[in-house]
């Protein structure tokens, strides 16, 4: 049961993260901002330092991940909040780091058994996602309250 609670705050936690990620990032306001936000939040979630984790090569990120023993079922969560933080990170004119990002997202994804892409990221895809694992990013309006 702690487990299951511990993981649903991290679910939520990384679905908030994505979702006010979208608001700041609406209308090319403040990409750089969203990409530090959902830099933040792959930081408290993966519990791996996230400066370390964050510019490993693709191959040697999924390792650190499997090593750390990150409940798999937080896996979609980390990848997508990945290709999330590389859109944003293109939008801000961070190329080289946009492009680590999208490897090490579509790299997580494949050593997990699925595919990843930038159609997976859209709101609507998003949301569907969230509905499927059955979490309401609009359930609680502070994300850190959720750590």
């Given at each position: 049961?702690?487990?299951?609670?511990?993981?649903?705050?991290?679910?939520?936690?990384?679905?908030?993260?994505?979702?006010?990620?979208?608001?700041?990032?609406?209308?090319?306001?403040?990409?750089?901002?969203?990409?530090?936000?959902?830099?933040?939040?792959?930081?408290?979630?993966?519990?791996?330092?996230?400066?370390?984790?964050?510019q490993?090569?693709?191959?040697?990120?999924?390792?650190?991940?499997?090593?750390?023993?990150?409940?798999?079922a937080?896996?979609?969560?980390?990848?997508?909040?990945?290709?999330?933080?590389?859109?944003?990170?293109?939008?801000?004119?961070?190329h080289?780091?946009?492009?680590?990002?999208?490897?090490?997202?579509?790299?997580?994804?494949?050593?997990?058994?699925?595919?990843?892409?930038?159609?997976?990221?859209?709101?609507?895809?998003?949301?569907?996602?969230?509905?499927?694992?059955?979490?309401?990013?609009?359930?609680?309006?502070?994300?850190?309250?959720?750590?």
């Open positions: 049961m702690l487990q299951q609670d511990y993981l649903m705050r991290m679910f939520t936690a990384l679905a908030i993260a994505m979702r006010e990620s979208m608001l700041r990032a609406q209308g090319d306001e403040d990409p750089e901002g969203a990409a530090e936000l959902l830099e933040a939040a792959l930081d408290k979630t993966t519990e791996i330092d996230g400066a370390l984790l964050l490993m090569a693709p191959e040697s990120f999924v390792a650190m991940v499997q090593l750390s023993q990150t409940d798999p937080l896996i979609g969560y980390i990848s997508r909040t990945l290709m999330l933080e590389s859109h944003y990170l293109s939008e801000a004119g961070f080289e780091r946009a492009t680590l990002r999208a490897e090490q997202a579509q790299a997580l994804a494949r050593a997990y058994g699925f595919e990843l892409g930038p159609t997976d990221i859209t709101p609507e895809e998003l949301d569907r996602f969230f509905e499927e694992q059955n979490v309401d990013p609009s359930d609680a309006s502070d994300p850190s309250s959720l750590s």
